[in-house]
């Protein structure tokens, strides 16, 4: 994985596990995968992980997203 897909970690709990996210690959998986709900803030951060390997998008953005859409799903996580 490139350096460039990183980001600041992101703790996570959804189902009762808690999980850490380091970068792009690992939210997505984690939005596809384990998301609880699709909302439209989940779409939103799934749309930006495809924009960062099309370089539309940065590693940050998708970080916004992924918290953001934690946020709608009420998904508690720490930063």
Do not use: C, H
């Not at 703790?11 to 970068?23: H, S």
């Not at 953001?68 to 930063?79: L, Q």
């Amino acid at each position: 994985m490139s350096r460039r897909r990183s980001f600041k970690p992101v703790k996570i709990t959804i189902n009762g596990k808690t999980r850490t996210v380091y970068n792009v690959v690992q939210a997505g998986n984690m939005l596809l995968s384990e998301w609880p709900e699709q909302t439209p803030a989940a779409r939103a951060a799934e749309l930006l992980v495809l924009d960062v390997f099309n370089d539309a998008a940065g590693p940050e953005q998708v970080r916004r997203a992924f918290i953001t859409a934690a946020k709608a799903s009420d998904i508690k996580f720490s930063s």
